[in-house]
């Protein structure tokens, strides 16, 4: 674990064999990387995705069954889909975190 850890979530078909921000680590003494792939195709003519909010749930439980990423601050890099993605991911955290009785 180093100082920092950064987690590379690209949008679309793009994450197919991405090494996207493992040259962060090269350049950056102490920086873990890390990228996460999901399938998404970029039309229903291709086929359906899981909807993002599922998608962004069990993203959330993947990090927080990841021990290698526990302790250091986590910075998210993202694209696209992969942006609304982690949207979705901290807005499931915050809920789990401070569940609101009674919020409208």
Request: with cysteine.
């Amino acid at each position: 674990m180093g100082w920092a850890d950064t987690l590379t979530i690209l949008g679309g078909g793009a994450q197919r064999g991405a090494r996207s921000g493992l040259w962060l680590a090269r350049d950056i003494p102490g920086l873990a990387a890390w990228t996460l792939a999901y399938d998404a195709p970029p039309t229903n003519w291709f086929g359906t995705a899981m909807p993002i909010q599922d998608r962004a749930k069990n993203v959330l439980e993947c990090f927080l069954g990841c021990r290698e990423l526990r302790g250091a601050p986590l910075i998210f890099v993202c694209h696209s889909l992969g942006g609304l993605v982690v949207k979705q991911v901290l807005r499931a955290a915050d809920a789990k975190v401070m569940p609101r009785s009674g919020a409208v």
